[in-house]
């Protein structure tokens, strides 16, 4: 199966007018909050490079005009000494009943390791304008094989549980003398979608001269299901997604040159695109996804044509 799409362009980059939003909009994660409204949840960085969860609300019907971007963050990092206490990034957003729950990427400073970064939970009383932590403490935390990283990038509920799929990390890579994390893909149950005590999965590894293949992104697509994620090789320039495709969700069957969405010859996405998001709007299949420095340069769109 090959995607067909129509790139529309750049959406939205910061302008710096905002202290804790100087630059950036991180791992764009779109929700449709009416039925002509997306909003796209990001993560906007300070000065200090810290990020919190903020959002640009765009029309489904001309997803390049921005109707607002939130004046303060619905997650702000978390309280010092905490996993979240260096910044935080998406995850997730799903309804869960009258609330919205948002799975988030902690990420926390030591010493001896580059950072660390774990998942944490939130819900929204108000449509998603604020989020209040579950806990201080990460719903999914570290294990042995996951030292470093393990992150919710995807939670789905299906027949009475709920199930993820997430990143796991164990290691660095030295490209050029400056480390970068290695990690992989796995899935996991979960009998409320907050308790991770079951085995996981190894869903998607790395392949070749990859080291690290990440943000998963999982649909229900048929009979079975299709994860788009975003990989990177030794090299250290090449960040480009890839989509893969299952009958139950824990098997999966790479197919990147299927991905069909390209780098443009200019502009904010000509160097990378990663973290493709897609939402149901308006009629329409979107795809929000970052572009050159991982999202330094803000988000844009793509609208899906055909699946072929």
Known sequence: MTLKWNKLGHVFAQDGSLPWAVDSALTPTPYAIREDEIRVYAGFRDGEGISRIGYVDVSASDPQKVLRVSKR??????????????????????????????????FQLVKRAKFLAFSGAAESSDNGETFQRLSEAPVMDRVHGATAIRAIHTALQENGEWRVWYAVGDGWELIAGKPFPQYNIWAT????????????????????????????????????????YTKGTKGGEDYFPGVAFSVDGVRWERRDENFGLELSSEGF????????????????????????????????????????
Do not use: W
């Open 269 to 308: 996405d000509s160097r990378h695109l990663c973290y493709p998001r897609l939402v149901h709007a308006g009629g329409r299949t979107l795809c929000f996804y970052n572009g050159n420095n991982m999202g330094a340069e803000g988000f844009g769109v793509a609208e899906l044509l055909q699946a072929v």
């Open 73 to 106: 963050p619905v997650l702000d990092r978390g309280r010092d000494g905490c996993f979240d206490d260096n910044g935080v990034i998406l995850g997730d957003v799903v309804r869960v009943g009258v609330k919205l729950r948002m799975y988030y990427v902690g």
């Open 189 to 228: 149950t979960s009998p409320d979608g907050l308790t991770f005590t079951r085995p996981g999965t190894l869903c998607v590894d790395n392949e070749g001269d990859e080291y690290r293949i990440g943000r998963p992104s999982v649909y229900r697509h048929g009979r079975g299901y299709m994860m788009f």
